[in-house]
């Protein structure tokens, strides 16, 4: 059975309609890039094959856009190709940094688009918001363009929602009970005060942390002391 992807790195050839061509890094292509390319390979020109990124279900173009639409504008239905196991995003990561290597030189167009593309996906390239320097690391841009990018979305994003105050603890008023007699006899003989109130003695999280830190034990589990 034939793999999905190339393991070795060798070029196989594949239908362009089966690619999915959404995933362009650059901000657009250049018509007369395309053309110049189309007349190449009419001419005998071998091109270097284009990356795709497949999940074994769908094909992603990663870098070679040109190429592939000057395929399409000569009638061609194949391209050469070297398939790489991964997803979308591995897809985009990929497309964004070639461009700075082959091809067409990025604009500053280019580059901002694909930072928006990467920043889009943050979540599951970074697991959240990247600092400057780490987008610039992912991205191949300077380190001032990535700071430059992640301040300017930082400051876009809405402050988050406040959060009223967590309470440890709560004193309530009671309703009028009955409190005699003042003094209870326990079963010791001795008299005891009696409490009607929450948190008249000692506040319950206070207690609850002190017997956890005093009764820890290596395990993990912790020994409620006899009272």
């Known amino acids: 059975r034939r793999a999905f992807f190339n393991p070795k790195g060798k070029p196989m050839k594949i239908k362009i309609a089966d690619i999915d061509l959404s995933l362009q890094t650059r901000a657009g292509t ?19 094959p284009v990356t795709v990124f497949t999940d074994g279900k769908h094909k992603w173009l990663s870098d070679g856009f040109h190429r592939v639409m000057a395929k399409k504008q000569n009638g061609e239905q194949f391209i050469e190709a070297d398939v790489r196991k991964g997803d979308e995003n591995d897809a985009v990561v990929f497309g964004g940094t070639a461009n700075n290597k082959q091809g067409k030189r990025p604009t500053r167009a280019d580059v901002q688009h694909f930072l928006e593309m990467v920043w889009e996906r943050r979540e599951a390239i970074f697991g959240g918001a990247p600092t400057g320097g780490l987008l610039a690391d992912k991205c191949g841009v300077s380190r001032q363009t990535g700071v430059k990018f992640v301040e300017e979305k930082l400051a876009e994003m ?30 010791d003989g001795k008299k005891y005060l009696a409490h009607t109130l929450n948190n008249t003695v000692v506040a319950p999280p206070r207690m609850l942390i002190a017997l956890i830190e005093n009764h820890y034990n290596e395990d993990g589990s912790i020994t409620i002391p006899e009272v």
């Open 158 to 187: 809405p402050p988050p929602p406040s959060r009223p105050p967590v309470k440890v603890g709560q004193v309530k008023k009671s309703p009028p009970v009955p409190v005699r007699p003042t003094k209870l006899i326990g079963k």
């Open 30 to 48: 250049d018509a007369e890039t395309i053309d110049n390319y189309a007349e190449a390979m009419k001419d005998g020109s071998h091109f270097p």
